[in-house]
């Protein structure tokens, strides 16, 4: 069996990719290469270079290609973009994934595994987050991400096609090879900024808001290794193989970080004093986002392997000093 991974040149979109090629499975890869990068492809992958938003341009994938399932990543996935530019995240994360659905179901392709988010809960009002507390995201990507997730329930409903929508909380990390890692133009995200200190690209790492509800009043988040997101790819592709129903799984360690603790962990790691100023909050960040993942335990039997942040913060590192400037330097 084929499987065809869109957005196969982004960050966890290339992870997976890597992992399902050492599981042995045939890749196919589309991607616009709008924010990902041919550097991150597999080579032992085929890639064809388009956009999901152009119907033809998957038809003929379908007909040129035997897919058995697909695995959705192409998709606009900053919080703070999506509250500047929030058409472009209805026209690539939602238009984009009717053109999708509309292309799957036309050529009987009845099974895919897609990236959501923690942004889908919004401010939670438990911890940890279950699947079945209520969404109301606080931002657009979170919104859009919701709307991508019924989307398929309906279409699911209607067309028989079954799908598995994994949650993703903060992904973080690079492959364990240094080959791939994370490489985002302009990057927001706070593991690779912490790095850009000792990488000589950045004076401090900036903290946003330390007058949280939290013991040292920066946000709590749950780091999870991208290759162990990657692993709960492959074993969803085999739960829909298995003939089991749509689901809808999140991925976390259960476990929470603050900024500061994040900050001394890269410390250690680096060995670099890496200073931190404190400044204003970010528009919609809640203060603690912890995931319980009992379920994707229990259902996908999923294990995450690289749990500990000072590994994560490792393999980020050892990704980030090597390419100080991304796919476009070595
Ligand atoms: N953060 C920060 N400084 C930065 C970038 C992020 O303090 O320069 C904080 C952010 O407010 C959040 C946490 O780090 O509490 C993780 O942010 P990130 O953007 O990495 O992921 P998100 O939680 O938004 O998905």
């Excluded at 209607?158 to 890692?181: E, M, W």
């Excluded at 970010?282 to 690289?306: F, M, Q, T, Y």
Aim: hydrophobic share 35%; proline share 4%; with cysteine.
């Amino acid at each position: 069996m084929t499987i065809l991974v869109l957005g196969g040149a982004g960050y966890i979109g290339s992870h997976t990719v890597y992992e399902l090629i050492d599981a042995g499975e045939d890749v196919v890869i589309a991607d616009n290469l709008q924010t990902g990068y041919m550097g991150a492809v597999h080579p032992k992958a085929r890639f064809y270079k388009g956009d999901i938003r152009d119907e033809q341009f998957l038809d003929n994938l379908f007909n040129k290609e035997k897919i058995g399932a697909v695995i959705h990543f192409a998709a606009n996935s900053l919080v703070g973009e999506s509250m500047i530019d929030p058409l472009k995240y209805y026209d690539n994360n939602i238009y984009g994934t009717m053109v999708l659905l509309k292309s799957m179901v036309k050529n009987g392709i009845d099974k895919i595994v897609f990236s959501s988010t923690a942004a889908t809960y919004g401010e939670p009002e438990n911890t940890p987050i279950l699947e079945t507390d209520k969404t109301e995201p606080t931002n657009t990507y979170g919104e859009t991400k919701l709307s991508m997730e019924k989307m398929f329930k309906w279409v699911s409903k209607v067309h028989g096609l079954r799908y598995v929508s994994l949650r993703y909380f903060n992904a973080c990390g690079a492959h364990i090879s240094g080959k791939i890692g994370e490489a985002h133009i302009p990057e927001t995200h706070l593991i690779p900024l912490i790095l850009q200190v000792p990488n000589g690209q950045r004076e401090f790492i900036g903290i946003f808001g330390d007058d949280y509800n939290t013991p040292d009043g920066t946000c709590i988040r749950d780091y999870i290794h991208v290759t162990d997101l990657a692993q709960a790819h492959i074993l969803a592709v085999k739960y829909l193989n298995d003939g089991h129903e749509s689901n809808i799984f999140n991925l976390g360690n259960g476990v929470g970080f603050s900024v500061k603790e994040v900050i001394e962990v890269a410390r250690k790691v680096t060995g670099h004093a890496i200073p931190a100023r404190v400044s204003e909050r970010r528009a919609g960040d809640p203060a603690v986002l912890i995931a319980s993942s009992d379920k994707a335990k229990k259902i996908l039997d999923w294990k995450p392997e690289h749990a500990s942040l000072e590994e994560i913060i490792e393999t980020a590192w050892n990704w980030h000093k090597n390419h100080p400037r991304g796919y476009s330097s070595k």
